[in-house]
């Protein structure tokens, strides 16, 4: 692990970044497990929080805490300006037109099934075509599912070779005239594969299709400009983004929000009720019925305050280094077949050891104080399509260091003495 | 009711081999277990969805059998500290009868002591127990065990 000729590696990949700083700003990282200093490796799952994003959290708790958008009084107008601040601050960091195109969710999950439910049943039809991928997450999947269901759309399929790279040839075959919807990953939980997000966008529009990109695990890992990409919607999760759980985002075009029903009905969506009838607050409050999850989104406002003053492209640059490192140490070991090997992609690693259940390795790595997850990762039908019943999957973040794969490989090379 | 003393002598014997071991020797202990339980002929005709036993991260088949009375059941799993772990639950709790077996307590599973391991929860011993209530309830899986012994 020491090994001299590697020391220097480890120099210039952490220099300038001082990953061992931004460490100190995760509390948990500081801790034990059977032992042995925590590995995370688990962030794609969800990451970890640094100190800011629980300070801010206990403090709104403790010092600014009421309703928002609702009270006549000092403390709800103070905090309903520093959560609408956190509208403002989401719309900055992936450069959205306005924040009025940007929803306040509980996570990626709730922000697919709300376009599903609102624009899919006011415009798509039975016979319609939408378009996923080949590595979507289940909440990618499923909510189109019901869909098809309830109004009779056709779900299909775009596929990737055996390297976890989309392929957009047959990805354009399927834009064809009954293809009304385009919902993709823009980065695959399991593989890591980072899909060129533009061409899809590009594409599916010379056809007038509009496109929702899942940015769950792409907007971790580097800059995202919806602009840019023109996406007609842009979804993620807050909880992998170092913010808290049960807060999430979902971007919409203006003019496509406004012609979306509500999704919810409920208080804080309404402009006036009566009994004979009720009129619907502009978006994006139209889509937020109920009080929203305010300590979250203040924590969320925390988070992402947090990695823009890094940078995510510092961020990016400091995990493809460790992207390459790992890669190359897990390609030295005969007996590790890594599944996602896409010139393009995130710091996510997906392996199983051969003649060794991954359920026993994660195992043993467990017992090596690392975190990993193991089994289907919530995309049972792309594990079908790799072939195998589960991975282990090593999911890093900013916090990780090239000597912390060095504990991993370790452990692996230990699993198969344990386990043979 | 309560289990006759001699009927979880298997039992007995492993709550203290686990008891006089540190955390990492109790896994390499179950994993022992689970390569030894390897070399014992499961039927591979039983390692088929009937005998699966569903909710888990690795797969788990149980079989079943009335032999003179008591429940005899044997136990396989694609991964080996799950096969270590289920090989204990049937190498415990085999040749009870219906009513001692339904005494079996969650307490018992959890005086295994393996509490150390995080993945218990989620290979869930438990879960193995209720299963394997539940199968000796059923009439049609008690001829499990006797064909597999042809
Ligand atoms: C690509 C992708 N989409 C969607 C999700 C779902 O996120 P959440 O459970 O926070 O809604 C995840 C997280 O597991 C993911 O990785």
Request: hydrophobic share 40%.
């Amino acid at each position: 692990m020491n090994d001299i000729s590697r020391t220097p590696k480890h120099h210039n990949l952490e220099a300038g970044f001082e990953v061992e700083r931004i460490r100190q700003d995760f509390p948990i990282l500081g801790r034990e497990v059977h032992g042995k200093p925590l590995v995370y490796f688990d962030s794609g799952a969800s990451a970890q929080k640094p100190r800011v994003v629980i300070d801010a959290m206990v403090e709104v708790m403790e010092d600014q805490y009421t309703n928002v958008h609702r009270g006549a009084h000092y403390l709800s107008q103070t905090l309903t300006d520093r959560y609408e601040g956190v509208r403002e601050t989401i719309a900055k960091f992936i450069n959205a037109g306005s924040e009025s195109e940007i929803v306040i969710t509980r996570n990626t999950t709730e922000a697919i099934n709300l376009v599903a439910a609102t624009y899919g049943r006011t415009f798509l039809s039975k016979g319609d075509g939408v378009v996923i991928s080949a590595m979507e997450h289940h909440a990618n999947i499923v909510p189109w599912q019901m869909l098809r269901d309830e109004i009779g759309i056709e779900l299909k399929v775009a596929p990737i070779d055996d390297r976890g790279v989309l392929d957009l040839d047959a990805y354009a075959d399927l834009l064809d005239q009954n293809t009304k919807f385009v919902s993709m990953t823009h980065c695959s939980n399991v593989l890591g594969t980072i899909v060129p997000a533009k061409d899809i966008v590009g594409l599916a529009h010379d056809r007038g299709i509009p496109v929702l990109l899942d940015g769950s695990q792409a907007i971790v890992h580097g800059a995202v400009d919806v602009q840019d990409l023109d996406a007609d919607f842009y979804v993620f999760t807050g909880h992998k983004l170092y913010g808290p759980t049960a807060i999430g985002a979902l971007y919409g075009k203006a003019d496509l929000l406004a012609q979306m029903p509500p999704y919810q009905g409920g208080g804080d969506m309404i402009a006036k009720v009566t009994y004979e009838k009720t009129t619907y607050a502009e978006p994006p409050y139209r889509f937020e019925a109920g009080t929203p999850p305010i300590i979250e989104a203040i924590g969320l406002g925390a988070a992402i305050d947090y990695v823009s003053a890094i940078g995510m492209d510092a961020i990016q640059t400091h995990e493809s280094a460790l992207l390459a490192y790992g890669t190359e140490r897990l390609g030295e070991m005969p007996d590790i077949k890594l599944f996602g090997t896409a010139p393009h992609k995130a710091a996510i690693f997906s392996f199983i050891q051969e003649g060794i259940h991954p359920f026993d390795t994660a195992a043993a790595l467990d017992r090596a104080g690392i975190a990993t997850r193991v089994g289907q990762h919530c995309a049972e039908p792309l594990m079908a399509r790799l072939g195998v019943d589960g991975t282990v999957r090593a999911s890093l973040a900013m916090y990780n260091t090239t000597a912390e794969i060095d504990v991993m490989i370790a452990a692996l090379e230990r699993a198969r003495t344990l386990f043979r | 009711m309560s289990i006759p003393a001699e009927k979880l002598a298997q039992y007995d014997e492993y709550v203290e081999a686990l008891d006089l071991l540190d955390e990492e020797s109790r896994f390499e202990y179950i994993i022992d277990i689970g390569k030894r339980a390897a070399k014992t002929p499961f039927p591979e005709d039983c390692m088929d969805d009937a005998h699966l036993m569903h909710g888990c991260m690795s797969k788990v088949w149980i079989i079943h059998g009335l032999v003179d009375g008591t429940h005899q059941f044997r136990g396989q799993s694609d991964a080996i500290i799950v096969k270590g772990l289920v090989s204990m639950m049937v190498g415990s709790f085999s040749g009870l009868s219906s009513d001692e077996l339904a005494d079996v307590t969650l307490d018992q599973i959890r005086g295994l002591n393996l509490g150390a391991l995080t993945m218990q929860r989620q290979v869930g011993m438990m879960a193995m127990l209720k299963h394997m209530q539940k199968l000796s309830k059923r009439t049609d899986s008690a001829a499990d065990i006797s064909a597999a012994a042809e």
